[in-house]
């Protein structure tokens, strides 16, 4: 009996290390990728002063394979509280929307993705609560199938593919987000 309990334990204890690994694996920032390094420097700087928001960017995203369509993001700023509701599929026509801790800070993401000719287009939502306000930045990437190339150029598609983070991308791009007063106020009709 007393070595179906120590049993038991090292099932819970494993268990609960599992739980704390991939939890904590997601929140740590992702430092194989130039564009989360806090290297912003050399970003455009985009700024709406109807809408009351100013940020950089990257002028293009630090790959090779992965293109970004929308690009610069376009931003949303809303005095309503930030609210997250999770639902859908990233297939469906509304997409599929999930709350995500990045580095620290919660934002809900909403992603569509659709294929064409050989590629994979995604649409982004990233929602983050800034200063009292929900500031939503969307833009949509163009990712290849990398099934397409020959080698080397499959493997070093494969390879980006796996090592970029769009999630530390715009964690970035929020780091650097500046809310003004808008000289437009889009929440009432």
């Known amino acids: 009996m007393n070595r179906n309990i120590l049993v038991a334990l090292a099932v819970i204890i494993l268990a609960i290390a599992a739980f704390v690994w991939f939890r904590n694996r997601d929140e740590s920032p992702d430092t194989s990728n130039p564009a989360v390094l806090g290297e912003t420097t050399s970003w455009k700087s985009f700024s709406d002063p109807a809408r009351g928001v100013a940020f950089k960017y990257p002028e293009t995203l630090p790959t090779k ?8 993001p376009q931003a949303a700023v809303a005095t309503s509280a930030y609210n997250c509701t999770e639902g859908g599929a990233e297939s469906e026509r509304a997409g599929k929307t999930e709350k995500r801790t990045i580095n620290g800070r919660a934002y ?11 590629s994979t287009y995604t649409q982004y939502a990233y929602a983050v609560e800034k200063g009292g306000k929900t500031v939503i930045l969307t833009f949509s990437i163009r ?5 397409n190339y020959d080698e080397p150029q499959k ?8 090592s970029f983070s769009v999630d530390n991308l715009v964690d970035s791009i929020v780091d650097t987000l500046e809310l003004g007063t808008p000289t437009l106020d889009y929440d009432k009709g």
């Open 65 to 72: 394979y992965i293109q970004a369509v929308d690009w610069p």
């Open 143 to 147: 990712t290849p199938q990398c099934a």
């Open 108 to 118: 809900c993401v909403t992603k569509i993705i659709g294929a064409a000719a050989g």
């Open 155 to 162: 493997s070093e598609c494969q390879s980006e593919v796996a």
